[in-house]
């Protein structure tokens, strides 16, 4: 199976820093990376598919870059709404894994 | 509007068994593949099983694999997840997902249903 690392686990910033995100696969998995924002109590939702697609409706603050094994998620100008936990994930033969998440906390 | 409602979570002893649902609306079920996903307490996100948009397929991962069985009523608009064996590392929230494959990701998710294993 394929893992994913996410680097850093925790992550102290203010209102308007710009803030990345990174995700590391075990393998190479072309573009084939999609990124979520969950809150407390609730579901994830997605953010970027196909590591840089951003989802209908998702402020064009986020972004996602890389290929291959390297993944980056950044938010250009951090919002009160974005202190949130990020997820990275990926699907290949059958079977999904996510990072570990990487919680973004008021500094 | 587009959502899914999941049921049937619940406190269970170890060993015992429990279905999940998850109900859909406002798009077509019967032309997306369907997944579980789970979350411990405090825990990240971590995939349990997937079902394609007819049913023809399935696919598990290895801490449930034997355990679990991933089924869909599409006259229903209805996914379940059979869990037998209950132990307490199942103990978490149950997401269902809806997977979008031209974006290789899981568009909508429900809210979950918790599932508690403990004696």
């Known amino acids: 199976d394929i893992q994913l690392t996410q680097s850093p686990s925790t992550l102290s910033a203010s209102v308007g820093d710009r803030v990345t995100i990174s995700c590391r696969a075990s393998?190479?998995?072309?573009?084939?990376l999609a990124w979520y924002q969950q809150k407390p109590g609730k579901a994830p939702n997605l953010l970027i598919y196909k590591a840089s697609s951003l989802e209908s409706g998702v402020p064009s603050r986020f972004s996602g870059s890389g290929s291959g094994i390297e993944f980056t998620l950044t938010i250009s100008s951090l919002q009160p709404d974005d202190f949130a936990t990020y997820y990275c994930q990926q699907y290949s033969d059958y079977s999904c894994t996510f990072g570990q998440g990487t919680k973004v906390e008021i500094k | 509007q587009v959502q899914l409602v999941e049921s049937g979570g619940g406190v269970v002893q170890p060993g015992t068994s429990l279905r999940l649902s998850c109900a859909a609306s406002?798009?077509?079920?019967?032309?997306?593949?369907m997944h579980w996903v789970r979350q411990a307490p405090g825990k990240g996100l971590e995939w349990v099983a997937l079902?394609?948009?007819?049913?023809?397929?399935?696919y598990y991962a290895d801490s449930v694999k034997g355990r679990c069985t991933i089924s869909r009523d599409n006259s229903k608009n209805t996914l379940y997840l059979q869990m037998n064996s209950l132990r307490a590392e199942d103990t978490a929230v149950y997401h269902c997902?809806?997977?979008?494959?031209?974006?290789?990701?899981?568009?909508?998710w429900g809210r979950g249903t918790m599932v508690t294993v403990s004696s």
């Open positions: 997902a809806r997977w979008f494959g031209l974006k290789n990701a899981f568009d909508i």
């Open positions: 393998q190479s998995i072309s573009s084939w």
């Open positions: 079902i394609w948009y007819d049913g023809s397929s399935e």
């Open positions: 406002g798009f077509t079920f019967s032309s997306h593949g």
